[in-house]
């Protein structure tokens, strides 16, 4: 495997940062997660539009452009001969000392890891997910913002880890008014009455495949609506899905051990996966 660090290409093993990087003292850095489909990258401008304005809103300056992040992702996937693929471009506050200043840091880190991904839920995107809330809330958006794509991910592991203890496939998040906000690493929509609807993005992540997923509603027409939803929301609905750039599209059909609409992925779901699967197989980034 190689791997792109600071411009050198180099053997996983030999891709080191310092234990004084603040991305690892102190999850000060921002990442990005990435898909390439039979050799082309999906999303990519997208991708890095959100990278670079996670970097923005925390002060961290990239040390490359745009365009030469773009060149070597696909360079990394060109070096491992990967045409389907995970891609995890990675900008830390760099090298500094014990202290909290990131000014101490001269220049930020930049890694590039690209590896082999499959479906990510397996058979399930037949059989559905069970899912379960999580008694952790979404960190506010007046506290740490969830637009920004952060190294500190503590918050979302502690939901994984809630949901793993409960037998969850995933975790369900509500901020700190109680409303419904994301997966642990997705975005979630409800379906009602032929209606989907989900959450603003003030608090959860703006996904890149989560936008997919509104301009193949758009396609379908299928109405989409944004509000607040809560409890009841969840426990009514005729379908929820999550939707991510390693999640995909993915149905859940169990919730808190309620049965959500049939019991299986329902149809609307179903016709997003359908044309996710479409969008991913005729556009992208050619790696070549």
Request: hydrophobic fraction near 40%; charged fraction near 25%.
């Amino acid at each position: 495997m190689i791997i792109y660090l600071d411009g050198a290409f180099l053997p996983k093993e030999e891709a080191k940062v310092s234990v004084f990087d603040h991305g690892l003292l102190y999850g000060d850095g921002v990442f990005e997660g990435i898909r390439a489909y039979n050799g082309r990258v999906f999303r990519l401008d997208e991708h890095l539009d959100r990278l670079y304005d996670s970097a923005k809103t925390i002060d961290l300056a990239v040390p490359i452009a745009k365009t030469e992040m773009a060149d070597a992702i696909r360079e990394v996937l060109r070096r491992n001969g990967l045409r389907d693929a995970y891609i995890r471009p990675i900008v830390t506050r760099g090298v500094g000392d014990l202290g909290l200043d990131p000014r101490k840091c001269e220049r930020p880190t930049v890694i590039i890891i690209a590896v082999e991904w499959g479906a990510m839920y397996g058979d399930l995107y037949e059989k559905g997910l069970t899912a379960v809330t999580v008694s952790i809330r979404r960190t506010p958006a007046e506290a740490m913002p969830p637009n920004v794509k952060s190294l500190n991910y503590l918050n979302n592991i502690l939901a994984k880890i809630e949901a793993n203890c409960k037998g969850g496939d995933e975790a369900i998040f509500f901020d700190t008014n109680g409303y419904l906000s994301e997966g642990s690493g997705d975005n979630i929509f409800v379906v009602k009455n032929g209606e989907i609807v989900t959450p603003p993005t003030l608090n959860n992540l703006r996904g890149v495949t989560r936008l997919v997923a509104l301009e193949c509603a758009a396609d379908l027409g299928i109405t989409v609506v944004e509000r607040n939803m809560g409890y009841f929301d969840l426990y009514s609905a005729d379908e929820v899905f999550v939707t991510g750039t390693a999640a995909e599209v993915g149905p859940i059909v169990t919730i808190d051990g309620r049965t959500i609409g049939s019991g299986r992925p329902g149809p609307i779901t179903i016709q997003l996966m359908s044309a996710f699967k479409t969008a991913t197989s005729q556009s992208g980034t050619p790696i070549d």
